[in-house]
């Protein structure tokens, strides 16, 4: 990284911390951004307590399988 500016060059590879604080960050914010569609779609439809619970743990589910 050049001494006077704070973005990595392109090609760079960032230190192992640094990479995995980003990865941190990407991971927690893909689980956040996927808990307000479930919520919306349960008030949305109806849906009691026990089904939106049910719809959370699915779409977390969902999440995984499409991660992995």
Avoid: C, W
Avoid at 29 to 47: E, F, Q, R, S
């Amino acid at each position: 990284m050049n001494q006077n500016d704070q973005l990595p060059e392109v090609d760079e590879k960032l230190p192992l911390r640094q990479n995995l604080l980003l990865g941190l960050q990407h991971t927690v914010i893909a689980v956040l951004a996927a808990i307000p569609v479930p919520l919306l779609i349960a008030t949305n439809v109806g849906l009691s307590p026990e089904q939106t619970r049910f719809l959370l743990t699915r779409s977390f589910l969902a999440l995984v399988f499409l991660v992995y």
